[in-house]
């Protein structure tokens, strides 16, 4: 039989056939389907008067809103400006004699207390405490002097006696009592008294009253803090804490900024604190690392960069006033941390 190796190449069988059959459908219906596919999701011409509707309907939903917004911000300042109103307003008191230890809250209502004082009062009594003497009820935070004031005739309780010590009890090794002031006020003495008489005969006692309370900020503890009518345990950490991180206070002023501590107890404290520059702690501006700097509350990292940069390029500081050479530190943060820097040579 003759052998043709072009027909032998060129025959398929009919498997063959229909699979080149099949792939050739493929490749032609291929285009065709995505063409077609285009044409369906090719938007058509914009509807530009919709699309006006559209917006215009989103900004009157915005307005609706904003105007919303104020109304309630409205409200909310109005209700706040009613109750600090109804604070303001004196309470009536319709004093009588009473005893805060035993004191009922009705009782407390007739007595024309607010609910929210007397409610402080019951909790102290429930938590062990007491009244011994009329000045105890000073105590209470939320009561305000004038309340007291008006109150203090009708407490039948006792008022604190005043500390009383013996003129003629005791005697220095030099034999001049206690409260002189030694050999000037001794010959002052004899000078106005020749006879050698005591002047002092007809007075038995002297009273010693106490000198007002005065907390220096930056040698107190936490416990004599605590002598300070509103500050509590909480407080007197947070005051300690924050000292120790400035350094010192300059001020009674930056008590403000202690967690919590706001405007109105400020005011009530303030009379009873003070501060000195002699106990406040500095940081050398030529020995200081980036640790140093950051870890005060004044210092934030770019001025402690800057800081440090400064030093770097133009050798040590000769005074404070050249950190106003960085244009990275502005006048204020130097005003505010100028009281704990200092210079000396590294």
């Given amino acids: 039989m003759f052998f043709n190796p072009i027909k032998d190449w060129l025959y398929y069988s009919k498997g063959q056939r229909m699979g080149i059959s099949v792939l050739l459908l493929l490749i032609i219906a291929t285009p065709v389907v995505t063409g077609i596919v285009k044409r369906m999701n090719t938007p058509g011409p914009l509807d530009k008067e919709a699309f006006l509707a559209e917006v215009e309907l989103l900004q009157h939903k915005m307005m609706m809103a904003a105007e919303s917004d104020a109304k309630a911000k409205t409200r909310v300042e109005a209700n706040t400006a009613a109750d600090r109103q109804a604070t303001r307003q004196r309470p009536e008191l319709r004093p009588f004699a009473f005893d805060p230890n035993t004191l009922s809250a009705e009782e407390w209502d007739s007595l024309g207390m607010p609910r929210h004082i007397s409610r402080s009062i019951r909790n102290f009594l429930a938590a062990g405490g007491s009244f011994r003497f009329r000045e105890d009820l000073r105590r209470i935070y939320l009561l305000e002097d004038w309340m007291y004031e008006e109150l203090e005739a009708y407490i039948e309780l006792p008022a604190r006696p005043l500390q009383k010590t013996a003129g003629n009890s005791s005697s220095s090794a030099s034999g001049e009592k206690k409260g002189d002031s030694g050999p000037l006020v001794a010959a002052a003495r004899d000078a106005n008294n020749p006879t050698g008489s005591n002047p002092y005969k007809k007075t038995d006692h002297v009273i010693h009253v106490a000198e007002p309370l005065l907390v220096n900020l930056n040698l107190a503890d936490t416990t004599e803090l605590q002598k300070i009518r509103g ?23 930056q008590l403000l900024e202690v967690f919590g501590l706001d405007s109105t107890r400020f005011e009530a404290i303030r009379e009873f604190v003070t501060t000195d520059t002699m106990h406040v702690n500095k940081i050398n501006l030529n020995t200081a690392d980036y640790a140093e700097l950051i870890r005060h509350p004044y210092i934030n990292r770019q001025t402690a960069n800057a800081i440090l940069k400064f030093r770097d390029q133009h050798g040590p500081y000769s005074e404070i006033n050249e950190l106003s050479k960085s244009y990275l530190i502005d006048s204020k943060t130097i005003g505010r941390i100028k009281p704990y820097l200092y210079i000396e040579d590294p």
Avoid: K
């Avoid at 500050?231 to 002023?253: D, K, Q």
């Fill in 231 to 253: 500050i509590g345990p909480a407080f007197s950490r947070r005051i300690v804490g924050y000292r120790n991180l400035l350094g010192g206070f300059i001020n009674t002023e």
